[in-house]
């Protein structure tokens, strides 16, 4: 798979999700507590730039790390800092092709700071793709819109697999010694694994409902995924496919399988 044609396409799908928007819906509450729908598309702004100064300038970008204020995350959301509507919008599709040039960009072997370990180029994409999905999900549960799983989730299934280690230690958890099998059901029908088959432990089930769990967007209790064995068990309780501190995560949703697969 082409991880930045399939960055390009996540970008479309939820650009013609917001493009159709009427001013007002743009402050619409998500999920997310205390954001809109025109928080989520400036926060997307915010994170493409840092990624793209990450590829052009690392310097910078670690001069702005160290001197980066608690807050940082919240004041790249406010979107009381950019153009509203259509406006913001347009911030955004100029900030999607910039970091994508950048990313293109970087050298073969080359790696990319962040607030994270650093990344080669197309993890940094992968990152940007996972993004956009997870704040795309925000977007459309707020819209009430169901989206259309697509093969991209393997991405983000990719990545969090790849930061088990890293989510343990986020959550101060020592990382298991042993491997682990995973095997989704992807959007298609086939199915996608990771790790030996003969691993003791074990994760399985639905591609879609990993992939919300990794971004933090549903409870492990509405999640078509199960676990054999207490660390594979563990790993599910904090799974994360992105940097930084793990956040609170979403609460149970009210009625049963409100938020599964499947609805």
Do not use: K
């Not at 840092?50 to 670690?62: H, R, Y």
């Not at 020592?174 to 074990?202: K, M, N, R």
């Not at 399985?204 to 919300?212: E, I, K, P, Q, V």
């Not at 594979?232 to 609170?248: C, E, K």
């Amino acid at each position: 798979m082409d991880i930045f044609a399939d960055l390009r396409d996540e970008g479309e799908e939820l650009d013609g999700l917001v493009a159709g928007l009427a001013p007002e819906q743009w402050a619409l509450p998500t999920p997310a507590p205390g954001w809109t729908i025109a928080h989520q598309i400036a926060h997307l702004v915010w994170t493409d730039r840092q990624a793209a100064l990450a590829a052009t300038d690392p310097e910078a970008f670690e001069e702005m790390r160290r001197n980066a204020p608690p807050d940082l995350i919240e004041r790249g959301a406010d979107p009381a800092g950019h153009p509203a509507g259509a406006g913001l919008l347009e911030e955004w599709r100029a900030s999607r092709a910039a970091v994508a040039e950048a990313l293109r960009a970087v050298p073969p072997g080359g790696r990319v700071p962040w607030f994270g370990p650093p990344m080669a180029a197309p993890s940094m994409a992968t990152a940007r793709l996972m993004e956009t999905w997870a704040h795309g999900q925000d977007i459309a549960d707020a819209l009430g819109v169901v989206r259309e799983p697509t093969h991209r989730l393997r991405h983000v299934a990719h990545i969090a697999v790849r930061a088990r280690d890293y989510a343990f230690s986020v959550n101060g958890l020592d990382a298991p010694e042993q491997p682990f099998h995973v095997v989704l059901d992807a959007p298609s029908g086939e199915q996608w694994s990771w790790g030996p088959s003969s691993a003791s432990q074990t994760v399985t089930g639905s591609a879609l409902d990993f992939c919300l769990l990794a971004v933090r967007r549903r409870h492990r209790a509405d999640a078509a995924v199960t676990a054999r064995g207490a660390d594979a068990s563990r790993w599910l309780d904090v799974v994360q496919a992105f940097a930084g501190p793990p956040g609170p995560g979403r609460p149970p949703a009210e009625r049963p399988s409100a938020f599964s697969s499947t609805h």
